[in-house]
């Protein structure tokens, strides 16, 4: 799981950053968020936050959530990207967007989203879930993201690092290569 870049981001200097930190539960897109946007001073979308309460239960309950369950939350994570691009803040939000269609889906909010893959194998993402206290996702629905998760493709703007490295060293790689 080496740093890779699928479209090289290609901000201008000074651009206003939208990032979408993403991944699987587990591989610390809350904690790389909050401290990448921390070193950008910029504003932090924690999506789990934005799941409307009927996608909590359902998760907390063992059930993963369909397509159709996560388009509005989507859009909630979208508009927020959107309204801190229009007032020219820089953005960075914590989301799966496991799947293609996800990442489109945010996109169309803000095209110039770079997303930031977490890269993880699945026993580490098990144990860090299992260790979490009070999160409403289970370590049992690890296994469910794995199973529909489509890895950025070479065509989309995106950078993946290894999510078991250390989150300032995680910080410092992803300001190093957008800029």
Not at 29 to 52: M, N, W, Y
Not at 54 to 70: C, F, H, I, Q, W
Not at 80 to 92: C, N, P
Request: charged content about 25%.
């Amino acid at each position: 799981m080496d740093e890779k870049a699928a479209q090289a981001p290609t901000g201008a200097p000074g651009s206003v950053p939208a990032i979408v930190v993403m991944g699987v539960a587990g591989c610390g897109k809350s904690a790389v968020g909050i401290a990448l946007a921390a070193a950008l001073g910029v504003t932090f979308i924690e999506g789990d936050r934005l799941h409307p309460p009927e996608n909590v239960a359902r998760m907390a309950s063992g059930e993963p959530l369909t397509d159709k369950l996560r388009e509005g939350w989507l859009d909630a994570i979208g508009e927020g990207i959107a309204a801190s691009a229009e007032q020219g803040q820089g953005v960075v939000a914590a989301c799966s967007a496991l799947k293609r269609s996800y990442r489109e889906r945010l996109s169309g909010f803000c095209s110039e989203i770079v997303f930031l893959y977490l890269e993880i194998d699945p026993a580490t993402a098990r144990r860090r879930v299992r260790s979490r206290k009070g999160h409403f996702m289970p370590a049992s629905l690890v296994d469910s993201q794995f199973a529909i998760l489509e890895p950025p493709a070479a065509d989309e703007r995106a950078l993946t690092l290894d999510a078991t490295r250390p989150v300032g060293e995680l910080v410092a790689a992803a300001v190093r290569q957008m800029r």
